[in-house]
Every structure is written in structure tokens, then in C-alpha cells.
């Protein structure tokens, strides 16, 4: 597609409540990135994919998030057993090299849990 | 590790008045250094970019010079616009990193007409 898609853009979650995050890339581009952003803060890096190798997952907070890419394009971000802290926008980039300078970021996922 | 501060917000401006966020950074190694722009409602957008020392980054008026004796990252512009309202972030990647992008807070900026 023209642009990182992300669905959906909203979602309320009860705690407790298990939550799927999608992410559909640029198509053919090799990177991807999960990253998360509290209000009022900057973005946090969580994970990173090339291709359906998901080669560094050291941001993920806690063993309740999981992050997969089974075919190399769409990306999703699973959060278990949501808490209140998880509330936060979840953003999706891709980028058709390797290193830093092709990011695209989609619009993001603002994830609530009430 | 590598971190990145930037001068809080609110900024509030008149429009055609000059703008500076200020930005500094931590890190070992080369780094290079962005400035994205998030408007209401929408992604993250990269503003400009630059690899290395001394290198200067411009888009769409805004500029950003490299210093590495100051570690600084600054954005300006020399008029600003209405349409230049949005959260600016100034972020840090390329280090110890590598492809990962460490950010900034976000400068909110409101320039009114």
C-alpha cells in the first residue's frame, strides 16, 4: 500500500483483557518496528523485525508482550492480560533498507485499558 | 546510553515569527540525528536528517545543524506558518542503537495567526 496501515486505531480494553495490535507495512519493505509512546512522551523502541526474523525484542516491557511476522509483511503486536499501565499509542514503521533512514510510521493504535 | 533532551513545551508563536527548539544529546560513537513532526491525528513524519558532524538538514524551511562540540540538534525556522502546529520530535539512532531510534519527549508547538 502508500503507507503503513495500522488497525484498528482505537481500542478500549478491559483489564485483565487479552489485545491484538495489526500492522501492514509498505509493501516489499524488509524492516519493521514496534514502538510504543505514553502520552506525553517521546516514542519507545519495542521490537524489530527483517523480514519474519524478529531480531531484537529487548523493549518489550514484560513477557505479556509479543510481537510476530509469520510471512514477512503484516506485523501483530499481542499484548496478554492488558494492565492500565499498557494504555499508550502503539506505532508501527517499516522501512525498505536495514539501517535508520527509510522509516515510515503508520498513525498508530491508541490503546486504553479501563 | 544514548539519550536525547529537548526543550519542553508548550511553545506558542505568532505567525512569521522565529522558531527554535532546542535539542541535545548523549551518546557513544557517530549517531545520526532526526527531527520527525506529528500533526493531530496522524503518524509520525521525518522532518529532516543528518549523519554527521557539521552536516545541516533542511525541509520545508526548517533547518538543523549537527554540532558535535555541542552535542546539539536545534530546529529553526525563520517564519513559521499556522500549519506548523504539531508536536516536534527530536530523536538519536546509529549508535549503540543501531537501527532503533531513541526519542525525545516532543516539543508541542502552537503558532497562532
Known amino acids: 500500500g502508500a503507507g503503513v496501515s495500522q488497525s484498528p486505531r482505537y481500542k478500549v480494553a478491559k483489564r485483565g483483557q487479552d489485545v491484538a495490535l495489526r500492522c501492514d507495512p509498505i509493501s516489499g519493505h524488509v524492516s519493521l518496528f514496534w514502538y510504543q509512546q505514553a502520552l506525553g512522551q517521546g516514542p519507545e523502541f519495542l521490537t524489530y523485525f527483517q523480514n519474519e526474523a524478529q531480531l531484537d525484542k529487548s523493549g518489550l516491557p514484560s513477557d505479556r508482550f509479543f510481537a510476530e511476522r509469520p510471512e514477512g509483511s503484516v506485523s501483530t503486536l499481542k499484548i496478554q492480560r492488558t494492565q492500565q499501565e499498557d494504555s499508550a499509542v502503539y506505532l508501527c514503521?517499516?522501512?525498505?533498507?536495514?539501517?535508520?533512514?527509510?522509516?515510515?510510521f503508520g498513525s498508530g493504535t491508541r490503546l486504553t485499558v479501563v | 546510553g544514548d539519550s536525547v533532551t529537548q526543550m519542553e513545551g508548550p511553545v506558542t508563536l505568532s505567525e512569521e515569527a522565529f522558531l527554535t527548539i532546542n535539542c541535545t544529546y548523549t551518546?557513544?560513537?557517530?549517531?545520526?540525528l532526526f527531527w520527525y513532526v506529528q500533526y493531530p491525528g496522524e503518524g509520525l513524519q521525518l522532518l529532516l536528517k543528518a549523519t554527521k558532524a557539521d552536516d545541516k538538514g533542511s525541509n520545508k524551511g526548517f533547518e538543523a545543524t549537527y554540532r558535535k562540540e555541542t552535542t546539539s540538534f536545534h530546529l529553526e525556522k525563520g517564519s513559521v506558518q499556522v500549519s506548523d502546529s504539531a508536536v516536534y520530535f527530536c530523536a538519536l539512532g546509529g549508535s549503540n542503537s543501531g537501527y532503533a531510534l531513541n526519542f525525545g519527549k516532543g516539543t508541542s508547538l502552537l503558532v497562532t495567526p
Open positions: 551518546a557513544t560513537g557517530y549517531p545520526s
Open positions: 514503521a517499516s522501512s525498505s533498507k536495514t539501517g535508520l533512514l527509510g522509516y515510515t
